[in-house]
């Protein structure tokens, strides 16, 4: 168990990554990851020997997260929304890389958190697609479907970006 113990730890920083994937707010992102080494602490005998201590994590993890969704469903919170304070002390930045980065998190942070969290499994985390239906709890076809799915809802608003981009330097 030792060994699966340094394993968790040293995916605390996929997890991190992952868990801002889902979420916008940096806090709530550390405290899925918190809520999640917690349950995996807690549950280790749980885990299959031989199974990828990051797909089990991750697993955990989104089940955490569609639980905390519904929770906030409920309620009327928006588990997702963007603190204000980010842009008011948020800078533009210089390079160009920088900025398409930026343009790209905030779009897939505008997609739906099904299709965002596929995405990010996939793109962000590189699972294959087994791994990441698996992950998911879902079936392969519909993983696929909310990939593309969510593909097509990004490059639309990234289109929609860029012509407003190109609009403003226009005038």
């Given at each position: 168990m030792d060994e699966l113990r340094q394993a968790i730890v040293e995916e605390i920083p996929r997890l991190r990554r992952y868990a801002r994937a889902l979420l916008r707010d940096r806090d709530a992102a550390d405290d899925l990851v918190q809520d999640s080494l917690e349950r995996a602490l807690s549950r280790m005998e749980s885990w299959a020997i031989g199974d990828s201590p990051h797909r089990w994590l991750l697993t955990i993890m989104h089940h955490l997260f569609v639980d905390q969704s519904r929770r906030a469903k409920r309620h009327v919170q928006a588990?997702?929304?963007?603190?204000?304070?980010?842009d008011a002390i948020a800078t533009p930045p210089p390079q160009v890389d920088k900025l398409a980065s930026r343009e790209v998190l905030l779009a897939l942070q505008q997609l739906r958190?099904?299709?965002?969290?596929?995405?990010?499994?996939?793109a962000v985390e590189?699972?294959?697609?087994a791994d990441?239906?698996?992950a998911l709890g879902i079936g392969a076809g519909t993983l696929a479907s909310r990939i593309a799915r969510g593909r097509e809802e990004l490059r639309s608003i990234l289109d929609d970006v860029a012509r407003s981009v190109t609009e403003a330097v226009e005038k």
């Open positions: 588990v997702t929304a963007m603190p204000k304070a980010i958190p099904e299709w965002r969290s596929a995405l990010a499994l996939v590189g699972l294959s697609y990441a239906a698996n």
